[in-house]
C-alpha cells in the first residue's frame, strides 16, 4: 500500500474534429499511475503502437496498461517521480532508445556497481539499452520524463553481477 498521493500532472491532448478542426480533445489529470517501489511513481502520459503513427481518432492512448517497454514498433511516454532515499535496485534494461529529461531535483543512474551519472533538472541521457537502475540520494524529489522508442533487439551485455544489494 502506498501512502503517499500520486503526483499532480495536467496533460494536455490535442486532436480534431469531424471537420479537420483542431480541438483540445483532453485538459485534466493523467490518471494512470503505478506505484513500482513505495518511492518510485510512473504516470502513463502516452503511447503508440507504430511509426508513423496515427494522428486522427479520439481513443486515449495514455489510458493503456502496458509493461515496462512499449509496444512492437511505437513509443511510450511517462513521467516517473523517485522520491529521495529510493535505492539502487530494479536494474533493468528495454530493447529501446530512452530520452530521459530531469526536470526537477537530481539521480543517478548506475550502470553498474561503481559507474554511474548524476542527472540534474535540465539535463538530458540518451539511453540506448543498457542495464542500468536509478538512485536518488538527494533531499527532493526527482521527475523525470522519459520516452521509450522502441528499438532493434540488442543482446549485447548481461546482466549477473552489475549492481550489487546497496
Known amino acids: 500500500m502506498i501512502d503517499r498521493p500520486a503526483p499532480l500532472l495536467r496533460r494536455v491532448v490535442t486532436g480534431h474534429d469531424g471537420d479537420g478542426a483542431p480541438v483540445i480533445l483532453i485538459d485534466g489529470p493523467a490518471g494512470n499511475h503505478k506505484f513500482p517501489d513505495p518511492n518510485v511513481s510512473s504516470t502513463m502520459m502516452w503511447s503508440t503502437d507504430a511509426t508513423p503513427t496515427s494522428i486522427l481518432g479520439d481513443v486515449d492512448e495514455g489510458a493503456r496498461i502496458l509493461g515496462s517497454a512499449p509496444p512492437a514498433g511505437g513509443s511510450r511516454f511517462t513521467m516517473m517521480e523517485f522520491q529521495p532515499g529510493n535505492s539502487v535496485h530494479g536494474v533493468h534494461r528495454t530493447d529501446t532508445v530512452d530520452y530521459v529529461i530531469c526536470i526537477t531535483g537530481e539521480i543517478d543512474m548506475f550502470l553498474d556497481d ?12 540518451i539511453q540506448r539499452g543498457t542495464y542500468h537502475a536509478w538512485a536518488n540520494r538527494g533531499t527532493e524529489p526527482c521527475r523525470l520524463a522519459v520516452v521509450l522508442i522502441d528499438a532493434q533487439p540488442k543482446r549485447a551485455g548481461s546482466v549477473a553481477g552489475l549492481i550489487s544489494a546497496r
Do not use: E, K, N
Open 114 to 125: 561503481t559507474t554511474f551519472v548524476t542527472l540534474r533538472a535540465g539535463d538530458v541521457l
